[in-house]
């Protein structure tokens, strides 16, 4: 018996960084299929749910304890993103309607996936983007990337110019949303949902407990 488990992820996220390994770790481990299903961010979906320029509590800690985390596990995460995911004004700390990259890179995701390395993917791109180098998007540094996960990004470029890859974007937010929770990364079992990168030993638990075989 091979268990399903899908992965809502953002290329925005660093706690979707930092839970890759585990997620990969737990395919090791047990006899599951992941589905890396791409979410867009909050700050594109619902920016006032996060951030408000008078009060930064939010982002702030965000930031503050994703770097530790990504310290104690040995996988950096370095602030400023160089560039940063998405266009925002840190003054105002309002997003931008123009949005250059985050709507490719989910695209991306939605495309390996399909391709059955979306977990492999969204680890080294986002490793990429949060590991502290500048220009990520420049050059043959994104490509490089998605190569070490077995892809070629003008492949999955060219798959995504004129696919439906935003209506599975929508159904994949839909599906989260039912799940019960709304934020990155949740991983969703049995209709069960398990949010954030330190639960995945909680969903572990609850493999061995609902008897799914391991390796």
Known sequence: MTAKIDVFWSFRSPYSRLVVPDLLKLREDFQVDIALRPVLPLAIRNPEALFDANDRRAPMY???????????????????????????????????????????????????????????????????????????????????AVSQAGLDLAELDEAIENGDHEAEIERNQAALDASGHWGVPTMVFEDEPFFGQDRVDTLRWRLEKSGVPKR
């Open 62 to 144: 965000i930031v503050r304890d994703s770097m530790r985390r990504g310290e104690m596990l040995g996988r950096p995460v370095v602030y400023p993103l160089r560039p940063d995911p998405i266009v925002q004004d840190f003054t105002t700390m309002k997003v931008a309607e123009e949005q250059p990259y985050i709507h490719r890179l989910t695209k991306l995701g939605v495309e390996a996936n399909r391709r059955g390395k979306g977990l492999e993917m969204a680890g080294h791109v986002s490793a990429l983007i949060f590991g502290g180098g500048e220009d990520w998007d420049k050059g043959a540094k994104l490509g490089d």
